[in-house]
């Protein structure tokens, strides 16, 4: 009966652990490259709703005619009603600076290579956050959005969780934990984008049925709006959260279903991103 050697066993053992390795260096390499694929996308996504929102918004106040804006936007303004439509003004503005904002404090190279810029565009964005969240509500419950309670709450929720978010990036930066400052930051990130999610993952809606289904176009009420109310933030802070824990796990099938979320995730936002560039932002720029 043949038999096999201590060499020979080391010998197998040494290719077993070789092959562990390169099935695990290639899980990691996954989840990366879902990750900065994802990122790429939404960046894409967003630079180009702050490029809408500048050209409709901006372009109508420095012509003298705030009034278009009411042409997508319901009650963005209102003759009579200089506050309220000062809030609103404030409101777009912040949404373009942090559109572009957010997007460069997620730039590891720019962070590791410009840690001044990355402190204070930090700083510009919290800022802009938080009075975006207050000036968001404001328009919600007293500027007459249009939607039903379930989605004013949804999205008030958002408005809440974006002040939290921000109140926990600041804390842990002052402490020095710069692991849960980072956390934080990427929870920040998404709920300042909830709404930008929302309108994403209506237009993928859309386009996967054909048409408006689950709502009502002209009354902009139904279980999908509501579903998606919440949806616009929960369901990417636990696609973050799998995220965060999946990536460094320590069996490799873990790392591979997060790069495989990763990837459905980035695949949903990219559809949803090209429908409502094509749909909504291009035809009013």
Same mark, same amino acid.
């Given at each position: 009966m043949p038999t096999v050697g201590a060499a020979g066993y080391r010998g197998a053992s040494t290719t077993n652990l070789e092959q562990n390795m390169n099935k695990a260096e290639l899980s990691f390499s996954f989840v990366n490259w879902g990750a900065r694929l994802w990122f790429v996308v939404t960046c894409a996504g967003q630079l180009m709703f702050g490029a809408y929102v500048a050209v409709l918004y901006g372009g109508a106040a420095l012509h003298g005619k705030p009034a278009d804006w009411n042409t997508v936007m319901t009650h963005g303004y209102v003759a009579g009603e200089p506050i309220g439509n000062h809030i609103v003004a404030a409101h777009l503005l912040v949404a373009t600076i942090i559109m572009l904002g957010g997007a460069l404090q997620l730039v590891p190279a720019l962070r590791a290579r410009a840690p001044a810029f990355h402190r204070w565009n930090g700083r510009v964005y919290l800022a802009g956050a938080v009075l975006a969240s207050f000036s968001g509500i404001y328009m919600l419950w007293f500027r007459g959005a249009v939607g039903d309670l379930a989605q004013h709450l949804g999205t008030s929720i958002n408005g809440l969780l974006i002040l939290l978010c921000a109140a926990q990036t600041l804390r842990n930066a002052v402490a020095g934990d710069f692991a849960a400052h980072r956390r934080w930051a990427l929870r920040l990130y998404l709920c300042v984008s909830g709404v930008w999610y929302f309108r994403v993952g209506l237009m993928c809606w859309i386009a996967v049925n054909g048409g408006p289904a689950g709502f009502d176009p002209d009354s902009f009420t139904g279980p999908v709006l509501s579903f998606l109310a919440f949806?616009? $933030? /929960? !369901?990417? !802070? +636990? #696609? !973050?959260? #799998? $995220? /965060? =824990?999946? =990536? &460094? &796990? +320590?069996?490799?099938?873990? =790392?591979?279903?997060? +790069?495989?979320? !990763? @990837? @459905?995730?980035?695949? %949903?936002?990219?559809?949803? %991103? #090209? #429908?409502?560039? /094509?749909?909504?932002? /291009?035809? &009013?720029?």
């Amino acid at each position: 009966m043949p038999t096999v050697g201590a060499a020979g066993y080391r010998g197998a053992s040494t290719t077993n652990l070789e092959q562990n390795m390169n099935k695990a260096e290639l899980s990691f390499s996954f989840v990366n490259w879902g990750a900065r694929l994802w990122f790429v996308v939404t960046c894409a996504g967003q630079l180009m709703f702050g490029a809408y929102v500048a050209v409709l918004y901006g372009g109508a106040a420095l012509h003298g005619k705030p009034a278009d804006w009411n042409t997508v936007m319901t009650h963005g303004y209102v003759a009579g009603e200089p506050i309220g439509n000062h809030i609103v003004a404030a409101h777009l503005l912040v949404a373009t600076i942090i559109m572009l904002g957010g997007a460069l404090q997620l730039v590891p190279a720019l962070r590791a290579r410009a840690p001044a810029f990355h402190r204070w565009n930090g700083r510009v964005y919290l800022a802009g956050a938080v009075l975006a969240s207050f000036s968001g509500i404001y328009m919600l419950w007293f500027r007459g959005a249009v939607g039903d309670l379930a989605q004013h709450l949804g999205t008030s929720i958002n408005g809440l969780l974006i002040l939290l978010c921000a109140a926990q990036t600041l804390r842990n930066a002052v402490a020095g934990d710069f692991a849960a400052h980072r956390r934080w930051a990427l929870r920040l990130y998404l709920c300042v984008s909830g709404v930008w999610y929302f309108r994403v993952g209506l237009m993928c809606w859309i386009a996967v049925n054909g048409g408006p289904a689950g709502f009502d176009p002209d009354s902009f009420t139904g279980p999908v709006l509501s579903f998606l109310a919440f949806a616009q $933030y /929960l !369901l990417p !802070l +636990a #696609v !973050l959260e #799998v $995220y /965060l =824990r999946g =990536r &460094h &796990h +320590a069996r490799t099938a873990a =790392r591979i279903g997060t +790069a495989g979320m !990763l @990837l @459905l995730s980035t695949a %949903v936002t990219g559809v949803g %991103v #090209v #429908v409502a560039t /094509l749909g909504m932002w /291009l035809p &009013h720029m």
